[in-house]
């Protein structure tokens, strides 16, 4: 019914007292029998950023790592607690590009499964279409191994390994024009 890297196939012990008796009560709860600590899978917060040079085209970025290193990804991140989701796009372009933004406007939230170390952690993916004074000293940083720029429509969807990047691309090719 649920995927091996589902919470309820991988979480066995109790956060708060360690018990083995933490069964899933649903398919996103859970609730210790020694110590009634209830736990809840909600999702995690996220941002992805689009980002257009001059002919139009968008920027990807390659992962540097695991999961799915080498692939195309949109620049972007887990958002940090208590941080906004605009200081997060800004802070994680920041940080993967070496760039300042200086334009940030929303674009869509998107539903993804995102399985880190064997465990799917549930995201919310909020876009946002962003613009910078200069692309020219962008550097591939922290785990972004390389960038490049790609038409919208000529992105190969079988490089992108989220459901959310699909579907943001496929949304922002059907919108084409009115960003």
Not at 117 to 140: I, N, P, R, W
Not at 151 to 171: F, G, R, T, W
């Amino acid at each position: 019914m649920y995927s091996n890297t589902h919470p309820v196939n991988v979480l066995k012990f109790c956060p708060s007292c360690g018990s083995k008796r933490f069964p899933a009560t649903g398919s996103r709860s859970f609730e210790c029998k020694d110590c009634s600590f209830n736990y809840y899978i909600n999702s995690s917060a996220a941002v992805a950023v689009l980002l257009f040079n001059e002919k139009g085209e968008l920027l990807l970025t390659r992962r540097a790592f695991e999961p799915y290193m080498g692939k195309l990804d949109l620049p972007g991140g887990f958002i940090d607690p208590m941080e906004t989701g605009e200081k997060a796009a800004v802070r994680e372009i920041q940080e993967e590009l070496g760039i300042e933004i200086h334009s940030l406007h929303y674009f869509g939230s998107y539903p993804n499964e995102y399985v880190f170390s064997g465990f799917s952690v549930f995201t919310l993916d909020m876009v946002f279409l962003a613009k910078t004074e200069s692309l020219h000293q962008m550097t591939a940083m922290d785990d972004v191994a390389s960038f490049e720029f790609i038409k919208p429509q000529d992105v190969n969807l079988d490089e992108l390994p989220s459901i959310s990047m699909k579907n943001i691309l496929k949304e922002l090719i059907q919108r084409e024009g009115t960003y």
